[in-house]
């Protein structure tokens, strides 16, 4: 169900609502980026997705359509008629109401799932880096997020983007930037742009590995600008091969890894 600026106004209004900037409320008004979003995610006939963030209905319609089933999660109740409007009796959707942040991964069964959502601005970055971390039967992310959170899930080492996001996203899946979106498409229009970033996770990763070598960058990104002699053991560092005046930014993921085994030695 395509949903215009006009008609996003028009449902909003028919039931007394208007976007709550304190939810993060931006809800997406371009029929075509919404059928690129669903193409870019690879979700097919079969495949079960989860969605945070249903807003006024438009994405869980789009993705249902394509014969996949969906759970959809909406924090604000108030949107329940809309969604109960655009959504109707489809079988195919199961909407909840209630906090995704809480619920997922522990609402999910093995799976496997693909992530497919426009994410509430004030949630993405902690939602996105909980769920490569503890949900591992979601094995696809196709998630809209701020261009500045897209940039730095995605940058490499030694730009000034690149920090804990990125590490964490590297080592759980390969991502990339699909495409950005202009503000414009989005009721209300956010101040900045939109990306929709695609992470695929890795398979046959030993996640408590993984894990540890997180949690080690966590405690160097601390101090992203300091060396790493200020915040790592020495000894670690030189058992890992890594120069003690090596600063967070300048190490690629996969050294954290190193880290943390030299840390385990």
């Given at each position: 169900m395509s949903q215009s600026p006009t008609s996003i106004d028009?449902?909003?209004?028919?039931?007394?609502?208007?976007?709550?900037?304190?939810?993060?409320?931006?809800?997406?008004?371009?029929?075509?980026?919404?059928?690129?979003?669903?193409?870019?995610?690879?979700?097919?006939?079969?495949?079960?997705?989860?969605?945070?963030?249903?807003?006024?209905?438009?994405?869980?319609?789009?993705?249902?359509?394509?014969?996949?089933?969906?759970?959809?999660?909406?924090?604000?109740?108030?949107?329940?008629?809309?969604?109960?409007?655009?959504?109707?009796?489809?079988?195919?959707?199961?909407?909840?109401?209630?906090?995704?942040?809480?619920?997922?991964?522990?609402?999910?069964?093995?799976?496997?799932?693909?992530?497919?959502?426009?994410?509430?601005?004030?949630?993405?970055?902690?939602?996105v880096l909980k769920l490569l971390r503890t949900a591992p039967q979601i094995t696809r992310f196709t998630v809209m997020v701020q261009r500045e959170v897209a940039d730095r899930l995605v940058a490499p080492p030694g730009t000034r983007q690149y920090g804990l996001p990125s590490v964490v996203a590297r080592l759980t899946s390969e991502v990339h930037r699909a495409f950005v979106v202009p503000p414009q498409v989005f009721i209300p229009a956010p101040s900045v742009s939109s990306a929709v970033v695609v992470m695929t996770r890795r398979s046959g990763v030993d996640r408590q590995r993984v894990e540890r070598a997180i949690e080690v960058a966590a405690v160097a990104f601390r101090h992203r600008r300091k060396m790493l002699r200020a915040t790592l053991d020495v000894a670690v560092l030189e058992r890992a091969g890594i120069p003690p005046t090596a600063r967070p930014e300048d190490l690629a993921p996969e050294r954290f890894l190193d880290l943390a085994d030299a840390h385990d030695e």
């Open positions: 028009s449902l909003l209004r028919r039931h007394g609502l208007t976007p709550r900037k304190r939810l993060g409320q931006h809800f997406l008004a371009d029929g075509n980026i919404i059928d690129k979003m669903v193409r870019v995610a690879g979700v097919s006939a079969g495949d079960q997705v989860v969605e945070v963030g249903a807003g006024t209905g438009a994405l869980t319609v789009a993705i249902a359509e394509t014969g996949a089933s969906v759970l959809a999660y909406e924090i604000d109740r108030g949107l329940a008629p809309v969604l109960a409007e655009v959504v109707g009796e489809r079988s195919d959707v199961e909407l909840r109401f209630e906090d995704a942040m809480h619920a997922l991964p522990d609402a999910l069964d093995a799976g496997p799932w693909k992530l497919v959502a426009n994410l509430p601005y004030n949630v993405g970055t902690p939602l």
